[in-house]
C-alpha cells in the first residue's frame, strides 16, 4: 500500500529547498539524510534527501535532484510516498485501515462510515459520511473516537451535542444558546 507521507510546500530560497506538509510522526527517520522516497505523481521522483531543519514551525527539505528555486517550484503539491502495509503502533492508523469502517455511537447505532481524514493544523479529523449524505468532520483525539476496531469493522464515537445532523437540535455553542438558558429567561 502506498502512504503519503508529505505533501511538498512551496520553495524556500534559491537553493530548491521546500517546505513540506507532514502526514508522519516520525519526521526524523522518514527523512533521513539519503532516503530515497517516491512521489506521486511519479514522473517527479523518486528524491532523495540531502537535509533536513525546522524553523517557525515548518519541516523543509532539501532534495539531492532539485538544485534550484525553479525545480523545487515545480515540486508544489507533489506527495512523498512509501510502501507500508499496516502500522505497528498500537494507537496510530493509516488512512486505507480507516476508510470503510462503519461509524457507531456507544450503544451501537451506526450513523455512518468513514471516507476520509482530514489534516488539520490542531488535530486530524475523520471524514464521515452519514447515513443521509451528509459529510462530517470529527476531531481524531481519544475522547471522541474511544475505540478503533480495525479487525471488528469499526470505530466508536462519542461526539459532542450537535456535530451530527440528526442530532442537530441538541448542538450548544456557548451557554447562552442551550436551552437551560432559554429558561433562566
Known amino acids: 500500500m502506498e502512504l503519503t507521507i508529505a505533501r511538498i510546500g512551496r520553495a524556500?530560497?534559491?537553493?530548491?529547498?521546500?517546505?513540506?506538509?507532514l502526514r508522519t510522526d516520525d519526521p526524523q527517520s522518514r527523512?533521513?539524510?539519503?532516503a530515497v522516497l517516491e512521489t506521486t505523481p511519479a514522473q517527479h521522483g523518486p528524491l532523495t534527501v540531502a537535509r533536513t531543519r525546522t524553523a517557525s514551525g515548518r519541516f523543509y527539505v532539501?532534495?539531492?535532484e532539485i538544485a534550484d528555486r525553479t525545480a523545487a517550484?515545480?515540486?508544489?503539491?507533489?506527495?512523498?510516498?512509501?510502501?507500508a502495509e499496516s502500522s505497528d503502533e498500537e494507537d496510530a492508523w493509516y488512512l486505507h485501515e480507516l476508510e470503510?469502517?462503519?461509524?457507531?455511537?456507544?450503544?451501537?447505532t451506526v450513523v455512518g462510515k468513514v471516507v476520509g481524514l482530514e489534516y488539520l493544523p490542531a488535530q486530524d479529523a475523520l471524514v464521515i459520511?452519514?447515513?443521509?449524505?451528509?459529510?462530517?468532520?470529527?476531531?481524531f483525539l481519544e475522547r471522541f473516537v474511544p475505540v478503533v476496531d480495525i479487525e471488528g469493522g469499526r470505530v466508536v464515537?462519542?461526539?459532542?451535542?450537535?456535530?451530527?445532523s440528526f442530532d442537530a437540535d441538541r448542538l450548544?455553542?456557548?451557554?447562552?444558546?442551550?436551552?437551560s438558558a432559554d429558561k433562566d429567561n
Open 12 to 21: 524556500q530560497g534559491l537553493r530548491g529547498e521546500v517546505s513540506v506538509d
Open 31 to 34: 527523512f533521513a539524510t539519503g
Open 62 to 64: 532539501q532534495f539531492e
Open 73 to 83: 517550484e515545480a515540486l508544489n503539491g507533489v506527495e512523498l510516498v512509501i510502501q
Open 100 to 108: 470503510g469502517l462503519a461509524v457507531e455511537l456507544e450503544d451501537g
Open 129 to 139: 459520511k452519514e447515513k443521509n449524505g451528509t459529510r462530517t468532520l470529527l476531531p
Open 157 to 164: 464515537v462519542t461526539p459532542p451535542g450537535g456535530l451530527f
Open 172 to 179: 450548544v455553542i456557548s451557554d447562552e444558546t442551550s436551552s
